[in-house]
């Protein structure tokens, strides 16, 4: 049966166009049903058009709550009958509603090695903080700031002179290679999680 997956995301979508080329090249054995938004403006939803991926635009100041939001999100979700959540680039912080029904079908990606510098401006943390390696993690979302199991990571090296625009191409460029591995390992059914613990099946 093959997985369907929903991205959620707030931004220009560089991380949705990675997964889409991978699902369409036949590199991940998955479909992506839909492209959840909540910015009329990002460019994730061109790139959602571009590959036919159906989108669903929310405003989210029409709504008294964030769990209002998110109830008519898992009615849209629940329609698809979508499988798996992937978290790429969504800038909202998520409630119970949508954490509780897809703990362990959820995931995020996140621009540092977690559980260093969680939150925002990840990459900015890490240049203040004046590490000499850095990265990607791909976790599940368990409803705290990045705190979820930690499934993968790759590792970035810190240059000198990196600023925050040329360390965080860098890293772009690795969560584009990182995160379609990951969803080709959850789409074939290979990743556990027993408790904190991930393990990757013939990994």
């Known amino acids: 049966m093959t997985v369907r997956i929903a991205v959620f995301a707030s931004g220009s979508g560089s991380n949705l166009q990675a997964l889409a080329e991978a699902v369409r090249d036949g590199r991940i054995p998955a479909s992506i049903d839909l492209v959840v938004c909540d910015k009329p403006s990002?460019?994730?939803?061109?790139?959602?058009?571009?590959?036919?991926?159906?989108?669903?635009?929310?405003?989210?100041?029409?709504?008294?709550?964030?769990?209002?939001?998110?109830?008519?999100?898992?009615?849209?979700?629940?329609?698809?009958?979508?499988?798996?959540?992937?978290?790429?680039?969504?800038?909202r912080l998520l409630t119970r509603v949508l954490v509780e029904p897809y703990y362990g079908r959820m995931i995020n990606i996140h621009p540092a090695l977690l559980p260093a510098f969680p939150g925002i401006h990840a990459v900015k943390q890490a240049l203040d903080y004046g590490v000499r390696v850095t990265g990607a993690t791909v976790h599940f979302v368990d409803g705290g700031t990045d705190t979820g199991p930690i499934l993968a990571?790759?590792?970035v090296e810190v240059l000198p002179g990196?600023?925050?625009?040329?360390?965080?191409?860098?890293?772009?460029?690795?969560?584009?290679?990182?995160?379609?591995?990951?969803?080709?390992?959850?789409?074939?059914?290979?990743?556990?999680?027993?408790?904190?613990?991930?393990?990757?099946?013939?990994?």
């Open 42 to 91: 990002a460019y994730v939803l061109e790139r959602a058009r571009a590959f036919g991926i159906d989108t669903y635009l929310f405003h989210p100041k029409e709504y008294s709550s964030r769990e209002a939001y998110e109830e008519q999100i898992l009615g849209e979700l629940s329609k698809r009958g979508i499988d798996w959540i992937v978290m790429a680039g969504y800038m």
């Open 153 to 155: 990571q790759q590792t």
């Open 162 to 203: 990196d600023t925050e625009e040329t360390l965080s191409a860098r890293i772009q460029a690795a969560e584009h290679e990182l995160l379609p591995r990951v969803v080709r390992w959850i789409s074939e059914g290979r990743v556990k999680l027993d408790g904190r613990r991930v393990t990757i099946e013939n990994e």
